[in-house]
């Protein structure tokens, strides 16, 4: 292979089937979506490989748990809801 074909490789096939497979794996990770949504974007990704992952990376719905900061966090429970709070005095 040319150093051409190398370039070619590594700038475009594989960030193409590295989104893929991150689209791909991350639907099948998600239950918060229900079966027929997450079905659609499956055969979208699958049927357009780059067209669909940039589409479902762009447009996928925020989980709430969402450690990257696109989701909502959920509220902090206190740990004793009972407990006066602790102001730092003895």
């Known amino acids: 292979m040319t150093t051409l074909g190398w370039i070619v490789l590594l700038l475009t096939i594989v960030p193409v089937v590295w989104l893929w497979a991150y689209?791909?794996?991350d639907l099948l990770k998600r239950r918060d979506i229900s079966t027929w949504r997450r079905g659609l974007w499956i055969v979208g990704v699958l049927a357009l490989?780059?067209?669909g992952g940039l589409l479902y990376l762009?447009?996928?719905?925020?989980?709430?748990?969402?450690?990257?900061?696109f989701g909502?966090?959920?509220a902090r429970r206190p740990t004793n809801p009972t407990a006066p709070p602790d102001d730092g005095e003895v």
Not at 63 to 68: A, H, N
């Open 49 to 51: 490989p780059l067209v």
């Open 23 to 25: 689209a791909i794996g």
């Open 58 to 69: 762009i447009f996928r719905p925020s989980r709430e748990d969402d450690i990257r900061g």
């Open 72 to 74: 909502r966090r959920p």
